[in-house]
């Protein structure tokens, strides 16, 4: 049994992510080293999870439950780092991939990868260009989504093998050092199909209707509620209007990252710069089929 590396989610329903969270993980670090905290204790999510690690906790709502999970998941990843040399958290539409190129799948890299650090891959999101891709991903994201935009928030400090604190969002560590490896990114798929986010933004509406909670009080994905909807299509269509750029070099966002690394206040936190990057590239062929 691997000891290298163990995988760590929670959710609450969200079936479409899940089932592509099982089939990379599962397949990659093994069910057994997957960690599935299931929030309401859905039978869908306790089904499909089956062979994992599955952590079932209340699903009432109530006040400050995104600190609460984050003091979850933080004391879960923490233990678990005296069993594994890393432990990879973050939300269930997060994906921590490798380049092909180097030849290697993510359980063999961080074979190679010293511990007594946390890495922070660089943050892509995948979107689904409406008007140019028209596959469904029941199979496959990557090859039917073959666009990405840069997004700075989603590089997150979320491979762990040292003693550290993260914050809720999952945003920033108290870790001191910045490790951003020129071959990992971290994939947010949340914009990967759009059939989905329509089905997924009602979903979520009707939860926050049907329990009267509020935007301030929703749990987990908090992006996902309607008082940041806007109109679906003009979301999607709005891709379009992003510069297309050559190539795929990533260097000058990374070291961006480096360059503002800095204190966050008097936080105990650690952040870089949050630019809003206005442009996309395209995926070159060794990615697809990743996910």
């Known amino acids: 049994?691997?000891?290298?590396?163990?995988?760590?989610?929670?959710?609450?329903?969200?079936?479409?992510?899940?089932?592509?969270?099982?089939?990379?993980?599962?397949?990659?670090?093994?069910?057994?080293?997957?960690?599935?905290?299931?929030?309401?204790?859905?039978?869908?999510?306790?089904?499909?999870?089956?062979?994992?690690?599955?952590?079932?906790?209340?699903?009432?709502?109530?006040?400050?439950?995104?600190?609460?999970?984050?003091?979850?998941?933080?004391?879960?990843?923490?233990?678990?780092?005296?069993?594994?040399?890393?432990?990879?958290?973050?939300?269930?539409?997060?994906?921590?991939?490798?380049?092909?190129?180097?030849?290697?799948?993510?359980?063999?890299?961080?074979?190679?990868?010293?511990?007594?650090?946390?890495?922070?891959?660089?943050?892509?999101?995948?979107?689904?260009?409406?008007?140019?891709?028209?596959?469904?991903?029941?199979?496959?994201?990557?090859?039917?989504?073959?666009?990405?935009?840069?997004?700075?928030?989603?590089?997150?400090?979320?491979?762990?093998?040292?003693?550290?604190?993260?914050?809720?969002?999952?945003?920033?560590?108290?870790h001191g050092r910045l490790h951003t490896p020129d071959d990992l990114y971290l994939l947010h798929l949340k914009y990967c199909d759009f059939a989905n986010y329509v089905e997924t933004l009602n979903a979520r509406n009707a939860m926050t209707e049907a329990t009267g909670v509020g935007f301030k009080q929703t749990t987990i994905g908090r992006h996902w509620f309607a008082e940041a909807r806007g109109e679906d299509r003009a979301v999607f269509e709005a891709f379009d209007s992003l510069p297309l750029r050559d190539g795929f070099d990533m260097s000058p966002y990374r070291n961006n990252m480096h360059r503002t690394f800095q204190p966050r206040g008097e936080t105990g936190f650690w952040e870089f710069g949050n630019p809003t990057y206005k442009e996309q590239y395209e995926l070159t062929e060794r990615f697809f089929g990743i996910l």
């Not at 400050?64 to 003091?71: G, T």
């Not at 180097?102 to 650090?117: E, F, I, N, S």
């Open 1 to 174: 049994m691997q000891t290298t590396a163990a995988a760590v989610t929670m959710l609450r329903d969200d079936p479409f992510f899940l089932r592509i969270w099982l089939n990379y993980y599962g397949r990659i670090l093994g069910r057994e080293n997957c960690y599935v905290i299931n929030h309401g204790r859905g039978e869908q999510v306790g089904s499909m999870a089956a062979g994992c690690n599955i952590i079932g906790i209340p699903g009432n709502p109530h006040k400050n439950f995104e600190s609460k999970r984050w003091r979850l998941l933080n004391n879960l990843v923490m233990g678990l780092t005296s069993y594994y040399d890393h432990v990879i958290v973050g939300d269930v539409d997060e994906f921590v991939v490798v380049d092909p190129a180097t030849g290697k799948d993510l359980l063999t890299r961080l074979k190679k990868t010293p511990t007594g650090r946390v890495l922070t891959p660089l943050g892509l999101e995948v979107i689904h260009r409406i008007n140019l891709e028209t596959e469904p991903t029941s199979d496959k994201v990557l090859g039917p989504r073959r666009h990405v935009r840069i997004v700075p928030r989603y590089s997150k400090p979320c491979v762990v093998s040292e003693f550290t604190k993260i914050s809720r969002g999952g945003h920033f560590s108290t």
